[in-house]
């Protein structure tokens, strides 16, 4: 919790009212963060703050809005209904068929 107005709360696990995703939500400094669960390397935090979205680095069971300074923590990105960010750009390898077994 940060001054009396400004309150911090622990996220909880919820569903997005839009797309029905599943989120974390809460209270940072006062205001309400609705996140994806899902930690972001630096590159895609990157690509999350240059199309307008806040990050968030959650630590001590709380959210803090990323700001310059390094704190220990997962880094989260705002969530936007449809706009996940961090996917694997590798393809999956292909289901083993009769002519080409798995080893
Ligand atoms: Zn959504």
Redesign the pocket.
């Known amino acids: 919790m940060t001054g009396k107005y400004l309150i911090t709360t622990v996220p909880a696990a919820g569903r997005?009212?839009?797309?029905?995703?599943w989120?974390l939500i809460g209270v940072s400094e006062g205001l309400w963060a609705?996140v994806d669960p899902f930690p972001l390397e630096r590159r895609w935090e990157i690509v999350a703050l240059l199309s307008g979205r806040s990050c968030f680095t959650l630590t001590a069971r709380t959210l803090i809005e990323r700001d310059g300074y390094l704190r220990p923590g997962l880094v989260l990105a705002e969530?936007?209904?449809?706009q996940r960010l961090g996917y694997s750009i590798t393809k999956p390898p292909a289901a083993p068929t009769p002519e080409y077994p798995p080893f």
């Open positions: 997005c009212g839009r797309c029905q995703s989120i609705r969530h936007r209904c449809g």
